[in-house]
């Protein structure tokens, strides 16, 4: 574990007046309950203190959407006859704070914030993400039913990519204050001591104890899903899955670490300014890999399915030494067809057994 | 020059021009770069000259193709205009019965005087640029459609499902939370799941896409609870053509 | 104040970068039909050069308004004073370029992607197979090769197009095929009466060629349905893998490695290719 610059505490109580002091700072988004009667949640931009919920499962959408906007301004045109202007689009120049974000998240961000840089940089995005202040929390159990964090590494925070991180340690928040950053983000205000040594004590004990709940696991060798992946490559499974999947794209919209977009232009009222703007898109869609002419390069659900499950755990690793997925459940939430993540690197898992036998 | 746009009505409830009317503040700005000449739920001066020609309802008469025929020599760009007019939408229910029975059911002993028969998308007689789906059609799109045309450029609709777009607004799913039948998995967006959004389920009126996994949908509405009667009439409500594709399927096997 | 404390940890840093999507302006010098859906356009950016590029690597050309599409460049760097395009209309956006005319002005990124391996191919004999529009990129290639003739072995020219109609670059075509340093061959899928050449697929011609393999390069562009015979052919003519190079057609939006739509498994064509060669390709089952 990577020490803390400094340990602070917050009195649960006290949380409505941090969060409203940190609403004066910049834009903060937390997750706030969709629903009364349903465990939904939601990041969204705060502007009441108390819709702040931090006893929450996975959100419907990943915190991503704070950093990478659905739709988002690329260039700007003027077109007048037969001349036309191009202007750049610089993302606005403020801090943005994402509150509450649990630890898979955190490494979903860096996951992302990997991609950008690599290769053609995206400033627009690594500009939004750098004035990013991230405040985690850690998790003391499965959020979700969906959820596998444990066997992704991802219910420990990642060594860099947060500000500062918070445990529940029962009537108080204990907070690991990571960057020069969060001392600001903390300030001297009272609400915020600094740490008594029972206050340690009984962390580092919430933490080991803490350990055990996290009990759904994949129970094989994630080194070894590249692996997997390449031996079931034409596995009847992937039949199986595209015979269910109804290619919603739910399942890549709601992953926090899917980057894909489309670009579309768009005209004012004018006809002569218009806009080049980005806008999530899935690669689970008919159209995605289709050019003209006709050629669609996965034509086949199961096509996609695969390539959508080599994504996260095949081909980010051979690039990047990093799996894109955190385990955090969503997709397998968000399929109404009941594809499951946890299922398909099980399967990946068992059958590349069945195939070393024979 | 602005282009002239002109509205004609077939077999439908007007709603998709009440809709255009429901413009307001932005339609005073739309009115900057085209010129309405015949728009019955707005004007009552006609011109029998116009560029682009947005055809609500479908055909179910005779007499109307003469007329639909002559809008589309007319015009130079022709849409498809609300969900009556793309596919037939919800007046091809009446599709299952044969024309007399239907008439019969309707008309009762004047049946014979109506001349009404099988409803049909216009595009079964002539050839339509574009679609504009919905029941009613989606304003928005309808902007992005006249500022296209009226730019010479062409309109497209990105064939994303109705799930995309309620995914991406945050909304709860209500088929996984609620356990209500919607069909969003396969229906074509660019409506940004109004329906959804406010607690209503998808029933396709914006037309089933046409790569749409319909066995795998019908399998995962049976593992909610739906029976087969259900799923039909969730179908056949907007899409009666491909409801029969799922039943002959299902017959074949 | 601690505000401005937090507001002095703001970086600034990616606001001078360059934004990535912003086109440069490049003005058509000239725009010749050559078939019913082809025209070639000379272009040359307004302020500055196109810098410097490979044969097979592609721009990114804009339609303000309705979008923006890939397009190889069909000059050879070798040729100063701007740069052709060859644009198919098969689309909104290609449709659009093909009615311009001279003088229009047309925003363009790139160039982008990894075209062939000219330096590896110093000193081979080089063997071009291209069907129908993949023509396009191959006639800068061999522009190149032909500028700096004495650089290289043989060359053999293997193209197949659709009907003797559709044949792109008539002209240069022609040129090559009287030229006593090209070994050229040629089919059409669909003859006409007058045509007396070859009918068949471009991997009819094969039967004509006799080269040493392991000094021999091969680049390839056509339609995808033309990769694995041709595949076929040059790995029966035993040439290494290394030497086979292929350039990919797929869904490009960005052009930056980033969208993700142009991926082969877990490749960016736009990136990494969209020239690879088969050794690099090898191993990715979605490639043919």
Redesign the interface.
């Given at each position: 574990m990577v020490e803390a610059m400094e340990y602070r505490v917050l009195l649960k109580k006290d949380i409505r007046v941090w969060v409203e002091w940190l609403m004066g700072k910049g834009e903060l988004h937390a997750p706030v309950a969709?629903?009364a009667s349903?465990p939904?949640y939601?990041f969204?931009k705060i502007s009441q203190p108390d819709t702040v919920c931090l006893d929450y499962a996975t959100t419907?959408?990943p915190p991503k959407q704070c950093v990478q906007p659905?739709r988002e301004t690329l260039i700007r045109f003027d077109r007048v006859a037969n001349q036309f202007t191009l202007s750049d689009q610089v993302p606005e120049r403020r801090l943005h704070i994402i509150f509450g974000i649990h630890t898979c998240d955190i490494h979903a961000f860096n996951f992302l914030n990997t991609v950008m840089r690599d290769g053609n940089a995206d400033t627009q995005f690594l500009a939004r993400s750098a004035n990013t202040a991230i405040i985690g929390l850690r998790c003391r159990q499965h959020c979700d039913d969906k959820s596998f964090c444990e066997s992704m590494g991802t219910n420990e925070p990642p060594d860099t990519g947060y500000d500062i991180l918070m445990t529940d340690i029962g009537d108080r928040y204990f907070l690991e204050l990571a960057t020069e950053r969060a001392a600001k983000l903390v300030d001297d205000l009272s609400c915020i001591p600094h740490t008594g040594d029972e206050d340690v004590v009984k962390w580092r004990q919430m933490l080991a104890d803490s350990k055990k709940n996290f009990d759904r696991r994949l129970s094989i060798n994630i080194e070894e899903l590249p692996a997997y992946c390449e031996a079931n490559y034409h596995s009847p499974m992937w039949d199986v899955i595209g015979?269910?999947?109804?290619?919603?794209?739910?399942c890549t919209?709601?992953c926090p670490t899917c980057y894909c977009f489309?670009i579309?232009d768009?005209?004012d009222?004018s006809?002569q300014g218009g806009e080049r703007y980005r806008v999530?898109d899935?690669c689970q869609?008919?159209?995605f890999a289709a050019v003209a002419g006709g050629v669609n390069f996965r034509r086949d659900?199961r096509d996609r399915q695969r390539h959508r499950v080599h994504r996260k755990v095949k081909y980010p690793k051979e690039r990047y030494n990093l799996f894109a997925c955190v385990g955090c459940g969503r997709c397998s939430?968000?399929c109404?067809?009941?594809i499951q993540m946890l299922d398909i690197l099980r399967q990946l898992g068992a059958k590349s057994h069945e195939f070393q036998r024979t | 020059m602005k282009p002239k746009v002109a509205f004609f009505s077939f077999s439908s409830c007007e709603g998709c021009q009440l809709q255009a009317l429901n413009l307001e503040d932005?339609l005073l700005?739309?009115l900057?770069?085209i010129e309405i000449v015949n728009f019955r739920e707005a004007i009552d001066d006609k011109l029998e000259n116009y560029d682009i020609a947005f055809v609500e309802g479908s055909i179910s008469r005779y007499s109307d193709i003469p007329e639909l025929i002559k809008i589309r020599n007319t015009a130079k760009v022709l849409v498809a205009f609300g969900s009556c007019s793309s596919q037939a939408g919800i007046n091809a229910i009446r599709n299952r019965l044969r024309p007399e029975e239907a008439n019969a059911m309707v008309y009762g002993d004047r049946a014979a005087w109506v001349e009404t028969g099988h409803a049909k998308g216009i595009d079964e007689f002539v050839k339509v640029d574009y679609y504009l789906n919905g029941c009613p059609m989606d304003r928005r799109e309808f902007?992005?459609l006249v500022?296209?045309a009226?730019?010479g450029?062409?309109f497209?609709i990105?064939?994303?499902?109705v799930?995309?777009e309620c995914?991406?607004r945050?909304?709860?799913?209500i088929?996984?939370?609620r356990n209500t039948l919607c069909l969003?998995?396969?229906t074509l967006g660019g409506c940004n799941a109004i329906c959804p959004a406010y607690g209503h389920p998808c029933v396709g009126c914006r037309g089933i896409?046409?790569?749409?996994?319909i066995?795998?949908?019908a399998?995962?509405l049976r593992?909610?609870g739906a029976s087969d009667l259900e799923i039909e009439h969730l179908y056949a409500m907007y899409n009666y053509g491909r409801i029969s594709l799922l039943t002959a399927r299902a017959a074949s096997r | 104040m601690s505000s401005s404390a937090l507001e002095e940890e703001l970086t600034t840093e990616y606001e001078d970068w360059t934004n990535l999507f912003l086109p440069r302006t490049a003005q058509i010098l000239k725009s010749t039909p050559l078939t019913a859906t082809d025209t070639l356009h000379r272009l040359r950016f307004q302020n500055g050069d196109i810098g410097d590029y490979k044969p097979g690597q592609f721009v990114m050309v804009s339609?303000l308004?309705?979008g923006e599409v890939p397009i190889s460049i069909c000059s050879s760097p070798t040729h100063i004073g701007g740069f052709e395009l060859c644009v198919r209309s098969a689309g909104?956006v290609t449709q659009?370029i093909n009615e311009l005319n001279a003088g229009a002005l047309v925003p363009i990124r790139g160039p982008y992607g990894r075209g062939f391996s000219t330096e590896k191919m110093v000193g081979h004999d080089v063997m071009i197979i291209a069907g129908g529009i993949g023509l396009a990129p191959m006639r800068s290639l061999i522009q190149y090769l032909l500028d700096q003739r004495s650089q290289y072995g043989e060359i053999w020219i293997l193209f197949g197009a659709k009907r003797p109609g559709e044949v792109l670059f008539q002209d240069e075509v022609l040129s090559w095929s009287s030229r006593p340093d090209i070994h050229f061959l040629m089919t059409v899928d669909i003859a006409n009466r007058a045509w007396r050449g070859n009918v068949g697929p471009v991997t009819s011609l094969f039967h004509y060629v006799k080269v040493d393999p392991h000094n021999t390069c091969a680049a390839v562009c056509g339609p995808p349905v033309m990769y694995r015979p041709v595949l076929r052919e040059l790995q029966h003519l035993e040439l290494p893998d290394a030497q086979m190079f292929f350039s990919f057609e797929r869904r490009m939006k960005c052009g930056l490695g980033k969208c993700g739509h142009c991926l082969i498994n877990g490749h960016y064509c736009c990136k990494e290719g969209p020239v690879l060669s088969y050794a690099e390709i090898r191993e990715l089952p979605e490639a043919m």
């Open positions: 969709k629903s349903h939904q939601q969204e419907i959408l659905v015979k269910k999947c109804v290619a919603c794209g739910s919209l709601v489309d579309r768009e005209l009222m006809l999530w899935s869609l008919g159209e659900r939430r968000a109404i067809a009941d | 932005q700005s739309l900057d770069i902007i992005r500022k296209a009226a730019s450029i062409p497209i990105p064939k994303l499902p799930c995309t995914k991406l945050g909304n709860v799913c088929l996984e939370d969003g998995a396969v896409l046409p790569d749409a996994n066995e795998g949908m399998e995962l593992h909610h | 339609m308004g309705i909104t659009a």
